[in-house]
């Protein structure tokens, strides 16, 4: 097995695919019985080992869909397995739509939620955040069930758990009506964006930019929502731009730029002069999602907001400097704060940049020194993104770790939920 990625691999003895929260029950209980760990996969868009191990790993692709829906309430009931295009799909027959999302429709979404996975927006929280109630299988075998007004410490842990609680079978979801999205891709000057950036995130839902490393280039994407106006039909040009450019064009540049590390500088220079603006009106789960399909490994750190100026400031040092490999768009995000007890965006407005390196490169000297910057502005790794967090690291940014440890505790006395990766990050003996 390995992740999308392919940085890490593992050889799980057992891969099963439960199609019912029973099958799932006597996996976890043939676990106890047999002294067995048990991680759960989605799509393995993970960067770190959250989902290796060398026992059991359990796949809910075939555990998916609606369970209920209440219009009233507009709360939606899924199984943890459903992937978030499906979701998509799904809720809009509904005329029901996700507030927020990320910038990737793969993940299933326990596995979204589990790691912290976000969107953008100044007024918008993580996806964790758009959960009501979950059900889970812990550790002893046991349905729990936690709410905003049930078992609610236990909720608060659950929220962002890693995986180490238990197995997510049921989310209910906050949704809202379902929405349309103006979208707006634009080449913009750097230096321009980062003038205004207070203004763009106070007057749009959504925004995000993209700076090309070595230039004063910037691919802004704000998204505001439209009413009475029918979607766009997807021309050739959207498509040339969000799917050819964008992937398999751009996939040449990262093959190039490999052979030769010396053009990283005009590969970036190249790809900022091919930016087009693209505008766009559709529903929300199709405005969101962008497809990936150039392979590559991630870190992104969340700071507090008020940090980021100076923050981007360091990084631009950092890969202006030219001693990486490296030529991949930074890109740079907002969200709002929580009281999700693992949540990165713990307490405070936050921001969030994002660093990629072909996946076939080395990346390790790069995140490195740009994770000292990160940790120095009091940085919090996004849980599915590469980090070097220690336990001690956790316990001084995270103000409800212990609260947290406990809840894991009581949910999984045995730890067949606990594989290395999580043992020593978490501390667990």
């Not at 507030?99 to 969107?119: K, R």
């Not at 080449?187 to 959504?206: G, I, M, P």
């Not at 398999?248 to 900022?272: E, G, H, M």
């Not at 969340?302 to 990486?324: H, L, R, T």
Request: with cysteine.
């Amino acid at each position: 097995m390995k992740n999308w990625s392919g940085n890490i691999q593992w050889k799980p003895n057992q891969i099963a695919y439960p199609s019912s929260e029973e099958e799932i029950q006597n996996l976890v209980l043939k676990a106890l019985e047999t002294q067995k760990k048990i991680r759960v996969i989605g799509s393995g868009h993970s960067f770190t080992s959250l989902c290796s191990t060398s026992h059991i790993l359990i796949s809910l692709d075939k555990y998916q869909g609606v369970i209920a829906i209440d219009q009233t309430k507009k709360q939606a009931t899924v199984r943890g397995g459903t992937k978030l295009e499906l979701l998509g799909e799904l809720l809009f027959r509904e005329n029901l739509a996700m507030e927020n999302l990320g910038d990737i429709n793969v993940q299933s979404i326990a596995g979204a939620i589990s790691t912290g996975t976000h969107g953008t927006g100044t007024q918008l929280k993580s996806i964790s955040n758009q959960v009501t109630a979950l059900k889970f299988i812990n550790g002893k075998g046991e349905i729990i069930e936690c709410s905003n007004s049930k078992n609610t410490e236990l909720f608060k842990s659950a929220q962002v758990s890693l995986g180490c609680l238990g197995i997510i079978t049921e989310i209910t979801l906050q949704c809202v009506p379902s929405y349309k999205l103006k979208l707006q891709n634009k080449k913009e000057r750097l230096s321009d964006v980062l003038a205004t950036l207070n203004e763009r995130n106070s007057k749009n839902r959504n925004f995000e930019y993209y700076w090309m490393p070595y230039t004063n280039t910037a691919w802004t994407k704000t998204s505001n929502i439209v009413e009475n106006s029918e979607p766009d039909k997807v021309n050739f040009f959207n498509y040339w731009t969000e799917y050819v450019l964008e992937n398999y064009v751009f996939k040449l540049f990262c093959d190039y730029a490999k052979i030769f590390p010396s053009q990283n500088r005009l590969v970036s220079k190249i790809t900022a002069a091919s930016i087009s603006n693209v505008k766009k009106v559709y529903h929300s789960h199709k405005v969101y999602a962008t497809q990936r399909l150039v392979k590559f490994n991630e870190m992104e750190y969340n700071i507090p907001a008020e940090a980021y100026e100076d923050v981007f400031k360091d990084v631009q040092k950092i890969v202006n400097s030219k001693k990486y490999n490296i030529h991949f768009p930074i890109e740079n995000r907002w969200v709002k704060g929580d009281d999700i007890h693992m949540s990165p965006a713990y307490g405070r407005d936050s921001a969030y940049i994002a660093c990629h390196v072909y996946n076939k490169k080395e990346y390790k000297t790069y995140f490195a020194d740009l994770e000292k910057v990160f940790k120095a502005y009091d940085g919090r790794p996004h849980w599915g993104k590469l980090n070097t967090f220690t336990t001690e690291d956790i316990i001084e940014k995270y103000p409800k770790f212990e609260v947290f440890l406990k809840n894991r505790k009581e949910q999984d006395p045995e730890n067949i939920f606990i594989n290395p990766y999580l043992e020593k990050l978490l501390g667990v003996s």
